[in-house]
């Protein structure tokens, strides 16, 4: 098998992992301010990705190294050209990844509203940016002929790309919707129950929206035919109509149904792309592909080894862990981890 | 702007969100194993104040961790987004040992991690011990796989130039690079080092206040059992990975030591005043150790250690005109401070565990305040160090292969850097600000109160309905 290839899969593979897994965890997060009616529901929604998420978002971390390992020039000119929206991502991530830790180390009630909002706004700017950032390497960013961006951080939005940030968006919060609905019990299961039949309605029109003009894109601006694209983009929107049909009663297949969707967002978006991995618009020519921005053989061999190795045993510990954190969480239940009693606490 | 100016500022946030980023890095380092000792302690001896000490500076380790977490996605965007020239230079070799850090150890460490913060009562405490340790071999993985990077940045080994770019020819070079295994094992102690520090001077706090005494004496005990030999073991490595610097990086030695002149032998300066330029390069008043350099960079007391202006000479002809020399005084500074900082560490570490033979930790109340002040001196030393290897390398990026004036990104103007160089400062002294208040806050708590139901209490059945 030609060893690019399987790097443009195994790269669309990691982004697809960071959707799965890191949309429910960012569309918890958006439900944040909204859903939870006092802190003990507040406590049970964090609890629900507490053990998790974490090890959600090295899923990014590997789709970024991967990508600079396996296709240095595409590393290079994708992180140099949308600088300053992955400085927002950067901005939205930091802030969210220590709310996550800090948030219950005070009991006031200033500091922990802080850090709630910092992790809602966090999960829907990151969300925003990667769908944004993303459509952005198929519809095309002017590339000069080093590969170097040429643009300005304004190029960056235009009607499909506004659409595919939304959709992402709406499409995580379906995604921790239905993730709700497995993870906890008693009242405040009805209202997460109800948020997933409202957010389902977003999530299917903006995400068929989506999907949709993500094959005409394709076919209008990187000169893909309508197949193969239209068929992930199909799956995509069947997964995410069928989730919508099933969430009042079979919880579990509406949560692999959103989380189908979020991978099917992707896989539609890199099956337009093939064989580029970066469109320049407007000259098409200097457009970034699979073949022109990969590493050397040798390189390529090296990390097939490694990935073949490694994801398989991520893939069995991460599981693993799910499945010790499967049990349903319930608001009349002690903290995760509360702040440590004050009464004690000698002068400073 | 010119482009040099793009250059300027593209280093200096480099170099900020690196050393930022390094604060918190070797304290997850250290005082992960050290936790992780606490609970060994607690599993096998059952005894309560042990759990204690782990909960204790468990919460330490983890408000630190996540600003470690944090702050790391940042170097890893900062490679494409500030130097992707860099990056399309070095990704055949550069980018391996980063996504295999990825794959094989930040997922473990975050995975495990997870598992051990919520996992106290949904997991056998044999299993809930083993996830720390897991979680602590990800930390120290990570770390090797870094340094494998950066080391290919000061000797680059298992590569071929090819139209222009690096190319892995043997990732076992790359792997068992001789200088990043040294660094690695320089890094590792330092780890350690702050781990031990953060853990004795924390106790000093608390005998200085006469609270607690019995529980802390036990942490600062295994505290000392860490940093009497590691103290003392990182000076010699310290030594011995300069020996190494000096034959893959004789330059930057040789700034580090402001030595002009080839000399056989040469001594070590230990102090000076002035002699740090080309123009002025004979110190107006300077302490000098005979034969100590020679020693220290050749491990022969009569050595031979090359002089800038040779190496300078030698460079020239080998790569065309331009100065090749990096910040002598900087150099010079940063290599004193690390290796001061390391002396008094260790005979912090040595007085400490003499006092506590003879059972007058708890009493010395001089010792406690020294202690106290001592935490900040890994964080000087550690920050003196990696200002030593990087800007000591100048103006190489890769040495000898591609020089940091031509590895920028030609599409990040100086405007966005002005931008992303403010936000950075000030994102990072709200964090600062945030993550030392929780951190004193939490270091002057009772470890004795009300044990705190961490993680989730054990009930209910699997929920998962398909």
Avoid at chain 1, 152 to 162: A, G, H, I, M, Q
Avoid at chain 1, 295 to 324: C, D, E, F, K
Wanted: proline residues 5%.
């Amino acid at each position: 098998m030609d060893l690019q290839v399987l790097w443009f899969v195994l790269v669309a593979f990691f982004w697809s992992g960071y959707f799965l897994l890191e949309g429910f965890d960012f569309g918890v997060g958006m439900l944040l301010p909204f859903l939870p009616r006092d802190e003990a529901e507040r406590s049970v929604m964090l609890r629900s990705i507490g053990p998790v998420w974490d090890g959600n978002e090295v899923w990014l971390v590997v789709a970024g190294a991967a990508t600079f390992a396996a296709f240095p020039a595409w590393y290079a000119a994708m992180f140099s050209g949308f600088y300053i929206a992955l400085l927002l991502v950067l901005f939205f991530l930091i802030i969210r990844v220590v709310s996550f830790e800090w948030r219950a180390k005070s009991t006031s009630r200033r500091w922990r509203t802080v850090w709630l909002w910092a992790n809602a706004v966090g999960s829907y700017g990151a969300s925003l940016i990667w769908g944004v950032g993303l459509s952005n390497l198929l519809y095309g960013v002017p590339l000069n002929g080093d590969g170097d961006f040429t643009g300005t951080f304004w190029d960056l939005f235009s009607p499909y790309t506004v659409l595919a940030g939304v959709a992402v968006v709406a499409i995580f919060a379906f995604h921790g919707a239905t993730f709700l609905t497995l993870r906890t019990r008693g009242a405040f299961l009805g209202r997460a129950s109800r948020a997933a039949r409202i957010l389902s309605f977003p999530a299917v029109v903006l995400g068929a929206a989506f999907l949709v003009t993500t094959v005409a894109v394709a076919t209008n601006r990187n000169d893909k035919d309508l197949f193969p694209p239209v068929l992930p983009a199909a799956f995509g929107i069947a997964a995410l109509v069928l989730a919508a049909i099933l969430v009042d009663g079979r919880r579990g297949w509406a949560f692999a149904m959103t989380g189908l969707g979020a991978v099917l967002a992707v896989v539609t978006l890199f099956t337009s792309l093939y064989p580029r991995v970066m469109v320049s618009d407007p000259s098409f020519g200097n457009s970034l592909t699979v073949e022109t921005a990969s590493s050397a053989h040798y390189t390529l061999a090296v990390m097939s080894v490694v990935a073949l190795i490694t994801v398989p045993v991520v893939l069995l510990y991460q599981g693993w862990t799910y499945h010790v954190f499967r049990h349903r969480l319930g608001a009349d239940e002690p903290e995760a981890e509360p702040a440590p009693t004050l009464a004690t606490q000698p002068e400073v | 702007m010119t482009l040099a100016s793009a250059v300027d500022l593209a280093r200096l946030q480099f170099a900020t969100t690196s050393l930022y980023h390094f604060l918190f890095v070797p304290l997850t380092l250290g005082l992960g194993p050290i936790v992780a000792t606490f609970q060994t302690i607690w599993h096998r001896t059952g005894n309560e104040t042990w759990l204690r000490l782990t909960r204790f500076f468990g919460t330490l380790f983890l408000i630190n961790f996540a600003i470690g977490v944090a702050t790391g996605l940042v170097q890893e965007f900062e490679f494409g987004m500030n130097w992707s020239t860099y990056s399309r230079f070095v990704g055949n070799v550069f980018g391996a040992p980063l996504a295999i850090e990825g794959l094989a150890a930040f997922m473990l460490e975050s995975t495990f991690l997870g598992l051990w913060i919520f996992g106290w009562n949904r997991l056998s405490p044999r299993l809930h011990l083993a996830t720390l340790w897991i979680a602590v071999a990800g930390t120290w993985l990570s770390a090797y796989f870094i340094l494998v990077a950066n080391s290919w940045m000061q000797h680059p080994v298992g590569y071929k130039i090819v139209d222009g770019e690096a190319q892995l020819t043997s990732v076992w070079a790359l792997m068992s690079n001789g200088f990043a295994l040294r660094a690695y094992l320089h890094v590792i102690l330092a780890g350690l080092i702050f781990g031990s520090s953060v853990v004795l001077g924390v106790s000093c706090w608390h005998f200085l206040r006469r609270h607690r005494v019995e529980v802390f004496r036990k942490a600062a005990m295994v505290a000392l059992i860490v940093a009497v030999p590691v103290t003392l073991l990182q000076l010699v490595v310290g030594n011995r990975f300069g020996a190494a610097v000096t034959s893959a990086q004789s330059m930057k030695i040789a700034a580090s030591e402001a030595q002009w002149e080839t000399c056989q032998p040469c001594g070590f300066s230990a102090f000076q005043i002035g002699g740090f330029t080309k123009d002025d390069p004979t110190p107006s008043f300077s302490i000098t150790i005979p034969k100590l350099l020679s020693y220290m960079a050749t491990g022969s007391f009569n050595g031979k250690v090359q002089g800038l202006n040779q190496l300078q000479a030698q460079e020239q002809s080998e790569f065309g005109p331009g100065n090749y020399m990096p910040d002598v005084r900087v150099a010079y500074w940063s290599m004193r401070a690390m290796a001061y900082m390391g002396a008094l560490m260790f005979l912090v570490a040595a007085v400490g565990a003499l006092l506590y033979r003879k059972q007058r930790l708890e009493r010395a109340r001089w010792f406690q305040r020294t202690a106290i002040v001592a935490i900040a001196f890994p964080y000087i030393a550690a920050t003196a160090g990696w200002i030593l290897t990087e800007m000591g390398r100048q103006p190489w990026i890769v040495q000898d292969l591609l020089k940091t004036a031509d590895a920028n990104s030609p599409s990040v103007s100086t405007t966005w850097l002005g931008i992303s160089l403010s936000f950075f400062i000030t994102l990072y002294v709200a964090l600062l600000v945030l993550d030392v208040w929780l951190m004193r806050r939490y270091a002057s708590l009772d470890p004795l109160a009300e044990p705190e139901d961490e993680g989730e209490p054990p009930e209910a059945a699997p929920a998962v309905s398909f």
